[in-house]
């Protein structure tokens, strides 16, 4: 297996079917702060949920439509980040990313989703990024706007949760502007040096 470090003391991982218990525990400590945002928490209640979760990501992992992976703070795991939808052949995807209390203030988050985007643009050639999230989910359009993307629209009263209707904003970042960003950063290192 491997690990990519993010911080001093943290890194991602794959999440794996056979990690469910690890994850189960994650989520019962998230799960209050992540619920709204992230419909699986609802369904990822007790170890078969939890794996059958996790399953359903390895699933789309073999079939090359998604992929899910845990970032660990001092070896535990706090949060994550997950290709939600993979499509290769016609150059999209979207990517989601959740936390607990314990992951957030540290850049994990936003470092783990800039692995993503480098694996989608650069290694797999990818044209497209998408990132999905409610107005109302700070935290997220922050995250959406650290990683250079541009709000496209929002979907008004797309999704239902416990009974209230919410809208969802579509976030976008190109690989065109990705490159752009990125040499952008490399001038300033540069200048900086």
């Known amino acids: 297996m491997y690990a990519i470090p993010l911080a001093p003391g943290a890194e991602l991982r794959p999440l794996e079917p056979w990690q469910a218990p690890e994850f189960l525990a994650h989520i019962d400590r998230a799960r209050a702060h992540t619920d709204p945002w992230i419909p699986w928490a609802t369904y990822s209640t007790d170890l078969d949920s939890a794996r059958a979760t996790l399953q359903s990501y390895a699933d789309k992992q073999a079939a090359d439509r998604g992929r899910i992976f845990g970032i660990w703070r001092e070896g535990t795991l706090v949060g994550g980040v997950m290709f939600v939808h993979f499509d290769a052949a016609a150059g999209t995807c979207e990517i989601g990313v959740w936390s607990e209390p314990a992951g957030e ?89």
């Open 105 to 193: 203030g540290h850049g994990l988050i936003t470092a783990a989703a800039r692995h993503l985007l480098a694996h989608a643009f650069t290694t797999r050639g990818l044209h497209r990024a998408e990132w999905r999230t409610t107005p109302r989910n700070t935290r997220s359009r922050a995250a959406a706007q650290r990683l250079g993307m541009t709000l496209d629209g929002t979907l008004r009263e797309h999704s239902s949760y416990r009974g209230e209707r919410l809208d969802i904003e579509v976030w976008s970042l190109l690989a065109r502007e990705r490159e752009r960003e990125e040499r952008t950063e490399r001038t300033q290192r540069a200048d900086r040096a």
